[in-house]
C-alpha cells in the first residue's frame, strides 16, 4: 500500500496559513512565498549549470501555488507548482544532509533546489528529493542479474516520465535503468539533456 496526502493552497499567505503548514514551512520558504515567483530568478549560483539557470528563470516569469506533499507518513513537504510547460513543481532544499558520495554536479544543483516534479504527484518524472536517495539494490526494483554494473553501487536520483532512471555510480559515471538493465551514460550530460527537453516542451 502507498499513501500520498496533498494540501493545496492557492494564493499562499504566510500569516493566513495554518499552523500544520505554516510549520513545515523553512526560512528560503517564507520569503519565496512573500516574494512571488520571482524570488526563483534569483537563486541561481555562479556553479550552477545552464539548464537550471534557465528553469529558474522560467519559473520567474510565472504564478505558482502551493503543494504540500506526505508519502507513506513522511512529514508534509512544500512544493511551488508554477504555470508552464506540464506544471512543473520545486521544493527549496531542506537541511538534512546529502550523501557523502552524491557527485559535485549534483550537490551543485541540490544547493539551489532540493526536489523537482516533472508534473502531478501521480505522475513519474523529476528530481528526487536530495535527501531520500537510496542505492538501487535498497529498492523494489527489478535488475537483470546480468548486468555489468553493481545495483548497490547505482543511486537512483532523477526519473522520466517513463519510468526511467538516470543514477550515478558511487565509484564514478553513471547510467539509465531502463527495463531492469543498466546503460552507462555521463549523468551529468543527461541531467541536462532531460531538463532542457522540458523547456522544449518535450521529454526525453
Known sequence: MYII???TV?????DQLPDDLLSVLNSQD?????????????LARDDSPDWLKSILTQCAEDGFH???????????????????????????????QL????????????????????????????????????PVSETNIWVDPENTVDPSTAIPFLETFSGSQLCYLTGGGGAWLESGKFRTV????????????????TRI
Not at 10 to 14: F, G, I, L, Q, W
Not at 101 to 121: H, K, S, T, W
Not at 186 to 201: H, I, K, Q, S, T
Open 99 to 134: 550523501r557523502e558520495d552524491v557527485p559535485d554536479f549534483l550537490r551543485a544543483v541540490y544547493a539551489v533546489i532540493g526536489a523537482f516534479n516533472e508534473n502531478g504527484f501521480d505522475y513519474a518524472g523529476g528530481l528526487f528529493s536530495g535527501h531520500s536517495l537510496d
Open 10 to 14: 492557492h494564493e499562499p499567505d504566510v
Open 5 to 7: 496526502r496533498q494540501v
Open 186 to 201: 555521463d549523468p551529468e550530460a543527461e541531467m541536462a539533456r532531460y531538463f532542457n527537453a522540458l523547456l522544449e516542451g
Open 30 to 42: 517564507i520569503k519565496a512565498i512573500q516574494t512571488g515567483p520571482e524570488y526563483f530568478g534569483s
Open 66 to 96: 502551493l503543494e504540500f506533499i506526505s508519502q507513506d507518513g513522511e512529514p508534509l513537504r512544500p512544493y511551488f507548482r508554477f504555470e508552464w510547460g506540464g506544471n512543473p513543481a520545486i521544493s527549496l532544499p531542506r537541511q538534512a
